[in-house]
């Protein structure tokens, strides 16, 4: 399992050192100079070579390259052009809301999928598997922000139960902020749980085609107790796979959804950012979201080898 880990680890690692690359450059270098594009078409030349100089961008390519990862490397992203701050107090004020507003996408996707899936896998051929799989196809197709505005019409306005945006803070108690967080999470979470659902149907319904599962259910195992004792456990593997994209996904993802519910969060930080020309915090927030997406590819590679003792005797 150590070797494993490692092996997976130090792949993941060299991706992350590629993703930088691409990122530092992409937004550094490709698009000229950075600090005529910030400044914009209009501003004065030695304006432009005052925020150069402030900003490093008078050093050599790859000794700004090498001060960035540094930074990033010891907690120092830089500092906010646009609110001159630094960017790291900028983030971390910002995933005190995108976090949970993501895990708790996460669970409810979970929550609602699981069953759903399991149900319908179970039931194959039924009306009742025709109707779920409707259901999520049609939770596929229906965009999170439009349903995101119809939830806002029905319980926010119409019945009052949520409020329609805002987010009060993580000092005002934490119910408060769940309740604040409920809508938007629904929002994110529709589409997932129906992708997911679709999958774990899938799974579950090709794992109860192996020889192992006939077997057990001639040795008088019923139905419930093959699927959820036996198939369920050997069907993980690509809903886990799922998992990790989805979550991924929802951290990242989120910026319409914080936009409709103008929610302080990473999304709505980004996209503030590249609306107002403030590359450090691009660069920074985008750096996260890909170091985040490695982190939980790590996380599901283990739980693949937790899930399947052979993945650790392969390695």
Do not use: C
């Not at 987010?167 to 309740?179: A, E, L, V």
């Not at 085609?209 to 690509?238: C, E, F, M, W």
């Not at 796979?241 to 979550?247: E, M």
């Not at 915090?281 to 939980?296: D, H, K, R, T």
């Amino acid at each position: 399992m150590l070797r494993y880990a490692l092996s997976r680890l130090l792949s993941l690692s060299l991706s992350l050192v590629v993703a930088s690359l691409v990122i530092f450059f992409v937004i550094e270098v490709i698009p000229g100079d950075p600090a005529s594009y910030m400044l914009g078409m209009n501003a004065r030349p030695e304006t432009v070579a005052a925020l150069s100089r402030e900003l490093g961008l008078d050093q050599p390519i790859f000794t700004r390259y090498l001060a960035w990862v540094g930074g990033m490397l010891t907690g120092d992203f830089g500092t906010s052009y646009t609110y001159r701050v630094p960017v790291g107090d900028l983030i971390a004020a910002r995933l005190g809301v995108s976090l949970p507003l993501t895990v708790y996408a996460l669970l409810l996707t979970i929550v609602i999928a699981f069953p759903v899936g399991l149900i319908a896998a179970a039931t194959r051929g039924s009306a009742l598997d025709a109707g779920i799989m409707g259901g999520t196809q049609l939770g596929i197709a229906v965009p999170n922000f439009w349903f995101a505005m119809l939830l806002v019409l029905f319980f926010a306005i119409t019945l009052q139960w949520f409020s329609a945006g805002g987010f009060p803070g993580w000092d005002r108690g934490f119910w408060i902020n769940i309740k604040a967080l409920t809508l938007p999470a629904v929002a994110l979470a529709l589409p997932q749980a129906s992708i997911l659902a679709r999958v774990m149907r899938s799974a579950v319904i090709e794992t109860l085609g192996q020889d192992y599962i006939r077997t057990a259910r001639a040795k008088g195992l019923t139905s419930r107790q093959a699927v959820v004792g036996h198939a369920l456990r050997n069907a993980l593997i690509p809903v886990l796979t799922i998992i990790g994209l989805q979550f991924s996904f929802l951290l990242a993802g989120a910026i319409i959804i914080e936009n409709v519910f103008f929610l302080p969060g990473l999304g709505r930080l980004i996209f503030q950012a590249i609306t107002q020309r403030d590359l450090i915090v691009v660069e920074s927030v985008v750096m996260l979201l890909v170091f985040a997406v490695i982190m939980v590819t790590f996380l599901v590679d283990l739980a693949y080898a937790a899930v399947d003792p052979r993945l650790r005797r392969r390695a």
